[in-house]
């Protein structure tokens, strides 16, 4: 038996699944982390501990699946995307690393947007420059700390250090280092004229490979420390969306991916990657060799559910409900309750900006249109609707782009909730999906390593093997009252970008 080990790395936890041939999982394990926030602005991790924490995942996940770590064959890294990592010449991290929430480059982002002038989309596909993508962040190490910067001789993301530090091989993939500003997503190398932008060489980066390769071998003295095979063979998976997507089994054109967790993030795959008119859609290189997603990303979707349920509808306090209840089942059964449209409330939000598929940072949470007919019940239906406006927005985007779409494959909190999969079908006019293994990341990389490690055949093998369906929600007789107040709220976030601009910009 060749089992599969795969590392997921997020912004505030890594998780550890372990698959055998036949596509089941045999067992899971997270291991969490606290961000350290030295200012409003900043947002640091120590880089160690996403060694440390890995390696215990990896510990963890073995014991819980009572196998010999020896019979592991391929262990499959992914990560999030655009935290940096900055090491000197011994391999040691150069300070703490600087995670993608970071907003300290706003001056070098503004920089390099000018310097780089209207290429930027074309070369990298994406559509704004912001603190988020590293080379702002290298740029704001350069100007603001010159002693630290003077000791780094290397820059790497988060896949990138763990692959070095299980390998002893620095290499990445145009899926993970796509949103570095500095990836040509064309020509599949580093673009020189934002390396030539931030004053540095292509040396200082990793060698690129492509997504799904081999990085290398599992170097002996971790493979002694874990108990792991010095065979077992360590693949890119690439960033942690894009090996979701394969986990969803969307690697073709025709289906939406998309998770409500805290954002809401949406995955497309496209054949090539500049075909948006409108240009406002990320393009990302997907963990699909050849492949390329549209990746919009809206910063409060789950998030914005949770801080109703926080503020608003149940003291967490009071002894009658603490560790009792099940609140967001309440609140399900709440906007079970209310028709649809909310009797005229609408919600915006944008608790933390809004970016896909307008960018606007300087958005803010509304609810509009309520009176004193108006119920707890209502806010909470509101908020659900809002998050499936907000994806019938980027999917109707993307249809602008000419990629049309047949499905909603949907992961995240938000999937167990039947209700909030109604609202989403009746919005869209798309059947939701849901997926038996809601890991999709862990999945993804499963595929990926099983291909490397020739378990599977192909990707689409994988796919067939390792993704099943748990259910499907169709659309239903509110399809043709939802459009109507889907307009209204489009109409509703145009009327106010221009009040949010005015009033809430920096």
């Not at 300290?104 to 990298?124: M, P, S």
């Not at 740029?139 to 990138?160: A, G, M």
Request: with cysteine; net charge negative.
């Amino acid at each position: 038996m060749k089992y599969l080990l795969s590392l997921d790395v997020g912004t505030t936890s890594i998780k550890a699944g372990l698959f055998d041939e036949t596509g089941r999982c045999l067992a899971t394990a997270l291991e969490e982390y606290q961000l350290i926030t030295p200012a409003a602005d900043r947002v640091e991790l120590d880089a160690q501990v996403y060694w440390r924490a890995s390696k215990e995942t990896i510990r963890r996940v073995i014991s819980k699946a009572a196998i010999n770590g020896h019979e592991i064959a391929v262990t499959t890294v992914s990560s999030q995307g655009e935290t940096l990592i900055m090491l000197n010449e011994d391999g040691q991290p150069v300070g703490n690393a600087i995670v993608w929430m970071d907003n300290r480059a706003v001056e070098q982002a503004r920089t390099l947007a000018a310097t780089l002038g209207a290429d930027i989309y074309d070369v990298t596909g994406i559509p704004e420059v912001v603190p988020t993508w590293p080379a702002c962040k290298i740029l704001w190490i350069k100007q603001n700390e010159p002693e630290r910067y003077s000791q780094i001789t290397h820059f790497l993301l988060v896949q990138d250090y763990l692959i070095y530090l299980l390998t002893g091989n620095m290499v990445t993939d145009g899926s993970i280092s796509c949103t570095t500003l500095l990836y040509d997503i064309v020509q599949h190398d580093w673009w020189q004229k934002a390396l030539n932008a931030i004053g540095i060489q292509a040396d200082h980066l990793p060698r690129i490979q492509s997504p799904g390769s081999i990085a290398g071998k599992l170097s002996s003295h971790v493979a002694a420390e874990l108990g792991l095979s010095e065979n077992l063979i360590v693949v890119c998976g690439g960033m942690d969306q894009c090996a979701g997507a394969i986990g969803a089994g969307n690697i073709e054109e025709g289906v939406v991916s998309e998770t409500t967790g805290a954002a809401l993030t949406i995955q497309v795959t496209i054949r090539a990657p500049l075909i948006d008119p409108a240009r406002s859609m990320p393009v990302y290189v997907h963990s699909v060799p050849g492949r390329y997603l549209f990746v919009p990303v809206c910063p409060t979707a789950g998030m914005a559910f949770k801080w109703l349920k926080d503020n608003f509808i149940v003291d967490l306090d009071a002894p009658e409900t603490a560790g009792r209840v099940d609140l967001y089942e309440i609140m399900n059964q709440m906007s079970e309750s209310v028709p649809e449209g909310c009797d005229g409330l609408i919600m915006l939000p944008h608790l933390m900006g809004a970016y896909s598929p307008v960018s606007n940072p300087s958005a803010r949470g509304s609810f509009t249109g309520f009176t004193l007919l108006h119920k707890k019940a209502h806010f909470v239906r509101a908020v659900q609707e809002a998050v499936a406006y907000m994806l019938r927005q980027n999917i109707d985007v993307i249809g602008r782009a000419g990629v049309a779409i047949n499905e909603i494959r949907t992961s995240g909190g938000a999937a167990r909730s039947s209700i909030w999969n109604q609202i989403k079908a009746d919005v869209c006019g798309l059947p939701i999906i849901r997926l038996e293994n809601e890991d999709t990341g862990l999945v993804g990389d499963a595929i990926l390593g099983g291909v490397a490690a020739e378990v599977f055949k192909s990707i689409d093998e994988g796919v067939r093997i390792m993704v099943h369906r748990s259910g499907q929600v169709n659309p239903g007789e509110s399809r043709k009252a939802y459009n109507g107040y889907y307009q209204r709220y489009v109409d509703l976030d145009a009327t106010l970008k221009d009040y949010f601009i005015r009033n809430y910009s920096n």
